[in-house]
């Protein structure tokens, strides 16, 4: 039937409106079916036991935590929105921020003209990687007045800006910035910060003679490269960009011009929600420091989709995360944005890869039209719980390097520290695969061709000897994938698939999948329960390691047969995949388990050196 129009809001009327204590009821009952326990909300009351608390508790059983210790909550309400104004930028459009780090003057030529003429409207240049004498080649025919120049130098920025500031002599400038940033350079070398007097000087001349260029920097990709939350980036990039402010101010120039002269950098990744709370909690953190010194700039925000995210297995799957976090870094309310191609952590990228991550912008912009709405995520209780929340932890962190002296002093110990212990719970949690990663510690393909690039450090820049280390999430998968890949035949190991394929597929699925994660090939042996069948199909595998699949019903009747019959055909180790302990079986494997520790527990059975 259709329903007039008209009709709707009658139609809606006629429903009672829910409650958030309707929800919790109707969510424990669904809990309770489940099995999952559901912390009371009562001191002294028992989880279960059908009191108030167990309905609160229900919020608490379905919230999660980021590794800033944020709590995420499953329902948001009204009651969930923060005091205080929005803080905005003005308009939805984002700059479209292609950047080039090729070492060769003639191929970045090439790419800047081909990204200027098919969408970019800015362009960021690696110059670790191209001298910075090259400048006048490579911006040969360029537009200065039209399309603004990013430098990125790192200890030659003295040097790059000299170049540069010769080259645009005379001409109006469309923007840019000549990025001194000497703490992330310190964060990313480990050299102390030392004298800022250049980064001051820079942003004198800029200030005077270049307005609407500036001399700063304020780079948060080395926390995030090295494995940090979104509050410790969020926090150290406040901290970074106060200290500047001091030095600025502390020269003589005056906070409102002072100001001007910085851009902040963050990593956006592919949990969009957190990307556009992050961005937002920023421009709000950086708006009360504003406030505080008596000035009025908005925080001008460059995000930049994270390199840590990016694999060089299945290196596909990276246009979907860049996607993603590109739309995050757009809603959130970047000023720039630069979608790194999908083949970066490969080596230089080609073409092809620079045209899709310039086009993904085009797309989200022009067609999708996410940039027609000022702060879209304005208004969600979700999203706006979430900012104040990240907003609020990230104070506190800056607050805690402010009282260690500040972020030059901080990049000694505290910081470092703190990223640790971070990086360690990551890694705990990718290793269990409770933080999957598509197309490498899930769903890996074992007969995928390997994608190559010229060499180069790419996109995906690493830390130089003594600063912060710069990890991808997937390194400890992959490595294990190119251990595999070197041997002369793949390591190989045997399921023991006991019963009908209705019963046994499941679990042989999910071990095939495990084992591939670490490039281990799998092979079966077909349905049946006969413990003499299975041991001479273990025999013709030419493998020394075997794992049981079957339901926990067969593993009750077979399973220390089968693994009997399999340990007298010569296996070394036994498997089995569930939970449960049986006779023969040496370890288990399930969901939750520390796949890295199997995967390398595997290698060394099998007598592949690591």
Same mark, same amino acid.
């Given at each position: ?18 409650? *958030?204590?309707?929800? *919790? ?54 009651? #969930? ?20 780090a ?5 191929? /970045? ?5 081909? #990204? ?13 990687a ?21 430098? #990125? ?12 500031? #010769? ?9 840019? %910035? ?9 964060? *990313? ?15 004198? *001349? ?40 001091? /030095? ?42 504003v ?13 930049v ?20 976090a ?32 310039? %086009? ?8 999708? %039209? ?40 901080? +990049?000694?110990r ?13 890694? =705990?949690?990718?290793?269990?695969r ?33 600063g ?44 095939? %999948? ?14 049946? /329960? ?6 001479e ?5 030419g ?23 399999l ?8 498997? +089995? ?13 399930? =969901? ?8 390398r ?10």
């Open positions: 039937m259709t329903v007039p129009p008209h009709d709707l809001a009658d139609l809606v009327s006629d429903f009672p409106p829910a409650s *958030r204590e309707q929800w *919790r009821d109707l969510a424990l009952g669904v809990l309770r079916k489940s099995g999952l326990a559901v912390p009371a909300d009562t001191p002294g009351e028992a989880a279960g036991s059908g009191g108030s608390g167990d309905a609160a508790g229900v919020e608490a059983a379905l919230s999660t935590t980021t590794y800033d210790d944020v709590r995420i909550a499953a329902l948001h309400d009204p009651s #969930d929105l923060p005091e205080g104004p929005r803080v905005v930028r003005s308009t939805g459009r984002w700059d479209v921020r292609q950047r080039h090729d070492p060769d003057p003639d191929v /970045t030529r090439a790419a800047i003209h081909a #990204d200027l003429e098919n969408g970019a409207t800015s362009i960021w240049l690696d110059l670790t191209l001298d910075p004498t090259a400048l006048p080649d490579v911006l040969q025919n360029v537009y200065l007045d039209l399309a603004p120049v990013i430098l #990125d130098a790192g200890s030659r920025t003295g040097e790059a800006a000299e170049i540069f500031l #010769d080259l645009a002599a005379g001409t109006a400038l469309a923007g840019g %910035n000549l990025g001194a940033d000497p703490i992330g350079l310190a964060a *990313r070398s480990g050299v102390p910060a030392g004298d800022m007097g250049g980064a001051v000087s820079l942003a004198r *001349r800029c200030a005077d003679d270049h307005p609407g260029l500036r001399a700063i920097t304020v780079d948060a990709l080395p926390y995030h490269d090295a494995g940090g939350g979104d509050v410790e980036e969020l926090g150290c990039s406040v901290a970074t960009g106060v200290a500047y402010l001091r /030095t600025l101010t502390d020269a003589g120039m005056p906070v409102e011009r002072a100001l001007e002269q910085l851009e902040f950098r963050y990593a956006a990744g592919a949990d969009q929600f957190l990307t556009i709370a992050k961005l937002r909690a920023a421009r709000r953190m950086w708006a009360r420091v406030q505080v010194v008596g000035g009025s700039a908005e925080q001008r925000q460059h995000a989709t994270s390199s840590a995210m990016m694999t060089v297995r299945d290196p596909w799957v990276n246009m979907l995360r860049t996607t993603l590109c739309f995050g870094a757009g809603v959130g309310g970047a000023d720039a944005v630069t979608v790194q191609p999908f083949d970066a952590c490969l080596g230089l990228p080609d073409g092809f890869a620079r045209r899709i991550a310039r %086009n993904t912008q085009s797309l989200l912009m022009e067609e999708s %039209n996410v940039a027609r709405v000022i702060d879209p995520a304005g208004g969600s209780w979700y999203v706006e719980r979430l900012t104040a929340d990240l907003a609020g932890k990230a104070w506190e962190w800056f607050q805690e390097i402010e009282r260690a002296g500040g972020m030059a002093d901080a +990049l000694e505290l910081v470092p520290e703190r990223l640790a212990a971070t990086r360690a719970s990551r890694a =705990a949690n990718i290793a269990h409770r933080d999957p990663i598509t197309g490498v510690s899930e769903f890996p393909d074992l007969k995928e061709r390997p994608v190559t690039r010229k060499g180069g450090h790419g996109l995906a820049r690493r830390a130089v000897h003594g912060l280390p710069a990890v991808r999430y997937a390194e400890e998968f992959e490595a294990l994938r190119d251990l595999a890949d070197a041997q002369e035949a793949r390591p190989t190991v045997f399921l023991a698939t006991i019963g009908p394929v209705a019963v046994h597929t499941a679990r042989a699925s999910f071990a095939a %999948n495990l084992f591939a994660a670490g490039g281990i090939a799998t092979v079966t042996s077909g349905p049946g /329960t006969d413990p003499a069948a299975m041991a199909a273990f025999r013709d595998s493998t020394s390691i075997a794992c049981l699949c079957s339901s926990d019903r067969l593993y009750g009747e077979h399973a220390a047969a089968v693994a009997g019959a340990r007298e055909a010569g296996a070394a180790t036994i498997w +089995l995949a569930g939970k449960g302990h049986y006779e023969g079986v040496d370890a288990t494997l399930h =969901a939750g388990c520390d796949v890295l520790d199997v995967l527990t595997t290698f060394d059975d099998l007598g592949v050196s690591r």
